[in-house]
């Protein structure tokens, strides 16, 4: 094998395999979580917790709505987490991104409600 040859599947099996082995995990385990959350909710749809008129139709509406807000957190979740991943194994440094989204997020927490905004 020639040194050009071993330099580029050396590459190749470095950051690039890396990169694509934390989407392949994302990709995993989102369809995971979604077939689990799916599951569940069609579990709590069908179940009658509560008899009575009218009560069914509405239980099936609220799961179906906390499984759709269920799985767009879990995407997000898994996506960010798959993207910080991905940045990491570039060299970018994480440390100051976090800490400021946390005062970021501390500042926003301590903003007074009541406060008209234009």
């Known amino acids: 094998m020639s040194e ?22 994302a990709w995993i385990a989102q369809s995971i979580g979604r077939r ?17 008129p009218g009560f069914a139709k509405r239980q099936s509406e609220r799961a ?3 499984g759709s807000v269920l799985t767009s957190i879990l995407k997000a979740a898994v996506w960010i987490i798959a993207i910080a991943m991905i940045l990491g194994e570039f060299g970018f440094n994480l440390g100051p991104v976090i800490a400021s989204a946390g005062v970021i997020g501390v500042a926003i927490g301590l903003d007074d409600p009541g406060r008209i905004r234009i």
Do not use: C, H, Y
């Not at 050009?4 to 392949?24: C, D, H, K, Y």
């Open 36 to 52: 689990a959350i799916d599951r569940a909710v069609n579990k709590l749809a069908t179940a009658d917790l509560k008899p009575g």
């Open 4 to 25: 050009q040859t071993r330099n580029i599947l050396e590459w190749l099996s470095g950051a690039p395999l890396r990169v694509f082995s934390v989407l392949m995990a």
């Open 64 to 66: 179906r709505t906390t």
